[in-house]
T-cell receptor
Framework: GAVVSQHPSWVICKSGTSVKIECRSLDFQATTMFWYRQFPKQSLMLMATSNEGSKATYEQGVEKDKFLINHASLTLSTLTVTSAHPEDSSFYIC?????????????FGNGTRLTVT | SQQGEEDPQALSIQEGENATMNCSYKTSINNLQWYRQNSGRGLVHLILIRSNEREKHSGRLRVTLDTSKKSSSLLITASRAADTASYFCATAPRGQIGNEKLTFGTGTRLTIIP
């Protein structure tokens, strides 16, 4: 089945540094990927829609200069948390939809737990 | 924005019993999906029900959809310890192409007691 690989699975960084999270579709092409944020015991909140070859679409309240998204190929989207602060600590999850199956369910990565100290 | 509410927030049952979770939403939808999340992991798609469907089965899962009440239920029969996880409903708004921009519910944390 379709697999989405997210890397790293966890990362600890110091305040002020930047962290890059990768989301790869391993066996399918994905023009569109999605980035979510999840706080402990809460639901997933959509942060942005990543579009291959064009700018990401951010949800209301999400700082695009804080959360940089790059979708340079049909199989890779990256989320960079810039100048991270402790309040950015969270669980970040990406998902992707197969281009050739427009009505298929989304495939999710296993998430990245970010801890900012 | 978060539009789905699920209840109960947490549910503990004995292995072998049936587990029922409910989801309510606010806007018109194209379809509704249920996902499972094991602790600290990503989401796994369980089942999708379209707005013109009322009930759907997949193995031990049974999903119902009542668009007049804007609600759905997920029934897991003959529960197993491995079913312990959080379960989320997610809706795709009407008029949207494919399944983009799903809105997730608040989730139900299910614990199966061996």
């Amino acid at each position: 089945g379709a697999v989405v690989s997210q890397h790293p699975s966890w990362v600890i960084c110091k305040s002020g540094t930047s962290v890059k999270i990768e989301c790869r579709s391993l066996d399918f092409q994905a023009t569109t990927m999605f980035w979510y944020r999840q706080f402990p015991k809460q639901s997933l909140m959509l942060m942005a829609t990543s579009n291959e070859g064009s700018k990401a679409t951010y949800e209301q309240g999400v700082e695009k200069d804080k959360f940089l998204i790059n979708h340079a190929s049909l199989t890779l989207s990256t989320l960079t948390v810039t100048s991270a602060h402790p309040e950015d600590s969270s669980f970040y999850i990406c998902s992707a939809r197969e281009d050739v199956k427009r009505n298929s369910p989304l495939h999710f990565g296993n998430g990245t737990r970010l801890t900012v100290t | 924005s978060q539009q789905g509410e699920e209840d109960p927030q947490a549910l503990s049952i004995q292995e072998g019993e049936n587990a029922t979770m409910n989801c309510s939403y606010k806007t018109s939808i194209n379809n509704l999906q249920w996902y499972r999340q094991n602790s600290g992991r990503g989401l796994v798609h369980l089942i999708l029900i379209r707005s013109n469907e009322r009930e759907k089965h997949s193995g031990r899962l049974r999903v119902t959809l009542d668009t007049s009440k804007k609600s759905s239920s997920l029934l897991i029969t003959a529960s197993r310890a491995a079913d312990t996880a959080s379960y989320f409903c997610a809706t795709a708004p009407r008029g949207q192409i494919g399944n983009e921009k799903l809105t997730f519910g608040t989730g139900t944390r299910l614990t199966i007691i061996p």
